[in-house]
């Protein structure tokens, strides 16, 4: 199974200022695709920090993700990053130009429009079919960028180049108990089942405490008989449960 | 100035089932207290990552805060990890059992329950009015819950255990313009204006593009008198904007 990493380029997330959404994006993406992701990073919009990101998760994972810090301002830093992070150069991609000037019109291409034409020397683009400044690929680096509807908009194409995995298989349980009230059963399921991995999620919701069960891994059948032994043990405690279709 | 990182345990983050709540959360909080947030790690629930993880920041930033895990499931290991991570051993603190047992009942203090009373031995206890089950500091360490509604009810006994620093004074103006319009002005201010950060976001709301920009710094003066230079810009291009109220 291939593993991934997500380096985020955010002062405007680590500064709480705005939530990110560009996680679950990629992370609904990569789960369908089969690919496993394993690490996120966020952080700031400073040169040794993004090299040092893309350095340390390029070398762990199959693959990395970068969002942010590829459009045309002087705070979008990204692209001159993960050059230094290769030892690369960075270039003026002709297409790129061509699809910028389709865009905008050849009189509106500005200098700082221009900018965003500029990739690591030897990426390949990445399409984008909102407002044309493409992403790239560089080895197993992908540079997007970090608007999400723009990142959305571009993830198919991103996802197609990756090779399809075995998908991973997931079924949750609702049950309106504490975790402190299932543990020692649970345990005992996940000993019995060393195949699956079962997660143990509380909640909140109207003022009733409930926890969510979530079962995964490679094997249909082995989920489906986690959760099984999950719902016969919620029945002998006599327990309001729900299963929910597959997550 | 203090610096702070954050380490997010979290398979169902990194699943996508869940979209992560606390890291804006925990930016906020530290924000306001003067502390400058620079890194945040999402890892899985693997023992090897969240020591190492533990170890990367610890040594890096001023503080670390992780999220998640310290419940009482089998899939709860931050604690053993923490413990790993610092070469100790993991203990039952005595004053938390008492709180575990004044909030479930002598009778209903179950193994399962206990387990949150295990901390890192030499830690101190973070105190959860919503729970009772406590998080705990070791060092520059801060162990809390995954759950939003609970990590929030713990913050201020959190945040109030810093120093406060100078807060980041912060303005935005959001203008109707794209990036690539003002790209070129914006670069000369920040370069007239080094002692802040200007922020450049894109965004589109309602069909329209716009931009935010935010400009951050120690010094409020410095502050206003970059947003002076930045709406002068914007009138003279005759642009749409507003001055919004600090963030």
Same mark, same amino acid.
């Given at each position: ?22 996680l679950q994006l ?62 690369r150069r960075v ?52 540079v997007l960028p ?11 194409? #991103?996802?197609?180049?990756? @090779?399809?995995?075995?998908?991973? &298989?997931?079924?949750?349980? /609702?049950?309106? %108990? $504490?975790?402190? !009230? ?32 979530? #079962?995964?891994?490679?094997? @249909?059948?082995?989920?489906?008989? &986690?959760?099984?032994?999950? /719902?016969?043990? %919620? $029945?002998?405690? !006599? ?9």
């Open positions: 199974m291939k593993t991934a990493a997500i380096l985020i380029i955010g002062n405007e997330i680590l500064s709480g200022r705005t939530r990110d959404a560009n990629l992370a609904k993406a990569l789960a369908a695709r089969g690919v496993r992701l394993l690490e996120t990073r966020v952080v700031a919009d400073r040169f040794e920090a993004i090299v040092a990101g893309v350095n340390a998760l390029r070398a762990s994972y199959d693959y990395v993700f970068t969002t942010g810090g590829i459009g045309p301002t002087h705070d979008d830093i990204t692209t001159e990053c993960v050059a230094a992070a290769f030892g270039a003026e991609d002709p297409e790129a130009v061509r699809r910028l000037i389709e865009y905008y019109g050849a009189n509106a291409v500005n200098e700082a429009r221009l900018r965003m034409a500029r990739v690591v020397a030897g990426a390949s683009l990445i399409d984008n079919p909102v407002s044309a400044a493409p992403g790239f690929r560089i080895e197993n680096v992908f970090g608007v999400p509807r723009i990142l959305e908009a571009m993830l198919d194409d #991103v996802i197609s180049a990756l @090779p399809q995995g075995a998908p991973i &298989a997931s079924m949750s349980v /609702t049950v309106w %108990l $504490r975790e402190s !009230e299932i543990a020692t059963g649970l345990s005992n399921i996940q000993d019995a089942h060393p195949t699956v991995d079962i997660g143990s999620y509380p909640f909140a919701r109207e003022e009733r405490l409930g926890t969510s069960l979530v #079962v995964r891994g490679t094997a @249909p059948e082995a989920v489906a008989d &986690a959760v099984n032994a999950i /719902t016969d043990m %919620l $029945r002998a405690a !006599e327990a309001e449960f729900t299963l929910d279709t597959p997550v």
